[in-house]
T-cell receptor, first 117, second 114 residues
Framework: AQKITQTQPGMFVQEKEAVTLDCTYD???????LFWYKQPSSGEMIFLIY??????QNATEGRYSLNFQKARKSANLVISASQLGDSAMYFC??????????????FGAGTRLAVHP | NAGVTQTPKFQVLKTGQSMTLQCAQD?????MSWYRQDPGMGLRLIHY???????DQGEVPNGYNVSRSTTEDFPLRLLSAAPSQTSVYFC?????????????FGPGTRLTVL
């Protein structure tokens, strides 16, 4: 069965510093995708970044990068130069080709990030 | 484009009442899904659709019905609401066959069942 584990219920970071949010996953499917979503206090789900299981390089999107370590089954989100607006809940999610298909996202429990001035 | 829209934003029901949560998207996406988010948890898939007329169950389908008569709309029906269905409901859509394109989420509907 597929599973996403986020072991950090809450994280604190000083503004302008970098922070890493942990995500480990479990799947026996050889083809899968890993996603990070941000949920601010307003409640909407905002897509941040995606990594495919066959991608050779780590994904990057602006200040967001995904530290993908396939052998360790980890897909940590790195936010560089944190901003006050980064304070939110962050979810790691996965879908796998043969374990539910592209449309079935499995989510972790989330990490609440607080950015301090 | 409005993206994915959901109505209502908030709803309070009594146990046993029925209602329909509306979801629409204007991006011509083939794939649409419904998730629920309970406190302290990530989202869980209820039902999804891969196109008009085609639906399938997700992780937590009991107590919910869906149908997909058009590409744009994907309503979620609660036939007999229970307090366990108190949650925030998100509709999502995505495009592209054979790929891991991201899902776009609606703003959510906060449902309370008394």
């Amino acid at each position: 069965a597929q599973k996403i584990t986020q072991t950090q219920p809450g994280m604190f970071v000083q503004e302008k510093e970098a922070v890493t949010l942990d995500c480990t996953y479990d799947t026996s499917d050889p083809s899968y995708g890993l996603f990070w979503y941000k949920q601010p206090s307003s409640g909407e789900m905002i897509f941040l970044i995606y990594q495919g299981s066959y991608d050779q390089q780590n994904a990057t999107e602006g200040r967001y990068s995904l530290n993908f370590q396939k052998a360790r089954k980890s897909a940590n989100l790195v936010i560089s130069a944190s901003q006050l607006g980064d304070s939110a809940m962050y979810f790691c999610a996965m879908s796998a080709m043969f374990s539910g298909g592209y449309n079935k996202l499995i989510f972790g429990a989330g990490t609440r990030l607080a950015v301090h001035p | 484009n409005a993206g994915v829209t959901q109505t209502p934003k908030f709803q309070v029901l009594k146990t046993g009442q029925s209602m329909t949560l509306q979801c629409a998207q204007d991006m011509n996406h083939e794939y649409m899904s419904w998730y629920r988010q309970d406190p302290g948890m990530g989202l869980r898939l209820i039902h999804y659709s891969v196109g008009a007329g085609i639906t399938d169950q997700g992780e937590v389908p009991n107590g919910y019905n869906v149908s997909r008569s058009t590409t744009e709309d994907f309503p979620l029906r609660l036939l007999s609401a229970a307090p366990s269905q108190t949650s925030v409901y998100f509709c999502a859509s995505r495009s592209g066959q054979g790929s891991f394109n991201e899902q776009f989420f609606g703003p959510g509907t906060r449902l309370t069942v008394l």
